[in-house]
């Protein structure tokens, strides 16, 4: 495979959603608090640690599976996070919810976005 400017910059922005997602499981809420449950907050610790590992080995080999991995967890890490829109919680957390969802779609679509072809026209 071969990493065009388009597959470099989707990694490069699913590998800092990867970064952001790290400290997931240190903003646990405290008892009496409402928030997410422990285990979804460790998943997506879990997403960051895989995507950051993905991506540098999908940038130094131009790896196709690394890609792929890298692309599986932030989807997985997209769908932890999609059920605060159906629950009751503040309208910033709504908000963030959205730009993490666009900006993990964005990196997908620039991460398989296929190599430009030339082809001669032949008249």
């Known amino acids: 495979m071969i990493l065009t400017t388009k597959n470099k910059v989707g990694l490069a922005l699913a590998g800092?959603?990867?970064?952001l997602d790290l400290p997931s499981f240190l903003e646990a809420p405290s008892d009496g608090e409402t928030g997410p449950p422990l285990g979804i907050l460790i998943?997506?610790?879990?997403c960051g640690v895989i995507t950051i590992i993905a991506v540098v080995i999908a940038w130094r080999s131009a790896s196709g599976a690394a890609v792929r991995v890298a692309a599986g967890a932030r989807i997985v890490s997209m769908l932890s996070a999609l059920?605060?829109?159906f629950v009751d919680v503040p309208a910033?957390?709504?908000?963030l919810v959205t730009v993490f969802v666009i900006a993990t779609i964005a990196s997908l679509v620039l991460m398989?976005?296929?190599?430009?072809?030339t082809t001669t026209v032949m008249d």
């Open 16 to 19: 800092l959603l990867g970064v």
């Open 43 to 46: 998943l997506g610790s879990i």
């Open 83 to 85: 059920p605060a829109f």
């Open 92 to 95: 910033f957390v709504k908000v």
């Open 112 to 117: 398989f976005s296929p190599a430009r072809r």
